[in-house]
């Protein structure tokens, strides 16, 4: 796995949710603008103080999460 060196876990911020860079700015905020059809630079103006870099981590902390997740799809 790469080295996710903005993305920071502290129990007492946002109740321990993954944020960017110590920020009250959540993982989840940030995808869920994307989901939702934001661009990039859209997320960028409505939180001045992200970086690029930072947005690009939120994805691949996302992707790291989803394949770590192991499900045994039902056969019948």
């Known amino acids: 796995m790469?080295?996710?060196d903005r993305i920071t876990v502290d129990p007492r911020v946002c109740l321990g949710q993954p944020t960017i860079r110590g920020t009250r700015i959540t993982v989840g905020v940030v995808l869920k603008m994307?989901?939702?059809?934001?661009r990039v630079?859209?997320?960028l103006e409505a939180y001045p103080?992200?970086?690029?870099?930072?947005?690009r981590q939120?994805?691949?902390?996302a992707a790291w999460l989803v394949a770590e997740q192991v499900r045994?799809?039902?056969t019948a």
């Open 2 to 4: 790469e080295r996710l």
């Open 72 to 74: 045994m799809a039902p």
């Open 49 to 55: 103080e992200l970086e690029t870099e930072d947005v």
């Open 34 to 38: 994307l989901a939702h059809g934001n």
């Open 41 to 43: 630079e859209e997320v």
């Open 58 to 61: 939120a994805l691949a902390y």
